[in-house]
């Protein structure tokens, strides 16, 4: 699985939920998800940021931005193509 793989079904299986909306620390954090369900990292926090900002530019995700909360950024799923 890759790291773009893997922020994908995050954000499906968010996107599928009551709950449309999240932080980027929530992407970032997936690094750490990604060592205990893979037994490895797939890529650092940073790694996990730079890919979700690629998937936005390159139109693989529609996310809108929303205000920040505490200083952090705050999301909502608008598509996955």
Request: proline share 1%; glycine share 4%; hydrophobic share 35%.
């Amino acid at each position: 699985m890759t790291v773009r793989e893997h922020i994908i079904r995050e954000l499906e299986n968010l996107e599928n939920s009551p709950i449309t909306t999240f932080r980027t620390s929530d992407i970032q954090a997936l690094s750490f998800e990604g060592k205990n369900e893979f037994g490895k990292f797939l890529g650092s926090t940073e790694t996990y940021t730079r890919e979700f900002r690629r998937m936005r530019l390159d139109e693989v995700i529609d996310v809108e931005k929303l205000n920040r909360v505490n200083k952090e950024q705050l999301w909502r799923i608008k598509g996955i193509k």
